[in-house]
Structures are given as C-alpha cells and as structure tokens.
C-alpha cells in the first residue's frame, strides 16, 4: 500500500512563508492529479491547489496569487510553497494524489498543521 509522507508544517507569523511537500513511498501509476486539501477546525476540508495531468494547475480563490504548487509525476512528489499567510490559512494540510489504474483511486498524506499566528 502505497503511502504518502508530508512535511513542512508548523508555525509562522502572518506574512510569513511555508513549503508543503508530499512524497509518495512508492510508484503510483496513471495520476491524473496532485493537489493540496486542508482542513480548519469546524470546517469542511476544501481544495487549495491542485496539478491536473497536462499541466493545468487550480487554486482556491482564497490562495490565489500566495501559492505555487510544483508537481513531479516521475517521482510522485507535490510541493505548495505559501507566500503572505493570514490567520485563516490555518488548517490542516492534507496531500492528495489520484490515479485511474487500475481504478480510481484517491491517495491521502496524513496530514501536517499549519498555524499561522502572532
């Protein structure tokens, strides 16, 4: 069972910036996309960005212009690097990554906080 390992969380002050990254602990074939979810407290767990195969890339309107997510499908790693965060980026940050092969399968990290406080 392939697993998927994040790092990167932790606390900064607002304004501040933070990398996410994700590798995977084995080969995943036939991705149709990486992306990042997170989660805050009492909140449903929503999209931040996400690399669509072929090169297209989404963010949630909340994060456009304050993050980049990189992709690299040959080594089954996704990064999001966060510039100007706020208070409300504050979450968990979950890895996702999807395959078609040999069904659709969604691949989930277990998680890193992200506190953004004074």
């Known amino acids: 069972q392939v697993q998927l390992v994040e790092s990167g969380g932790g606390v900064v002050q607002p304004g501040g910036s933070l990398r996410l990254s994700c590798a995977a602990s084995?080969?995943?074939?036939?991705?149709?996309?990486m992306g990042w979810y997170r989660q805050a407290p009492g909140k449903q767990r929503e999209l931040v960005a996400s690399?669509?195969?072929?090169?297209?890339?989404n963010y949630a309107d909340s994060v456009k212009g304050r993050c980049t997510i990189s992709r690299d499908s040959a080594r089954v790693t996704v990064t999001l690097q966060m510039y100007s965060l706020k208070p409300e980026d504050t979450a968990v940050y979950y890895c996702?990554?999807?395959?078609?092969?040999?069904?659709?399968?969604?691949?989930w990290g277990q998680g890193t906080q992200v506190t953004v406080s004074s």
């Open positions: 084995g080969s995943i074939l036939s991705i149709t996309s």
């Open positions: 690399a669509i195969a072929g090169g297209r890339e």
């Open positions: 996702n990554i999807r395959s078609i092969y040999p069904k659709t399968i969604d691949y």
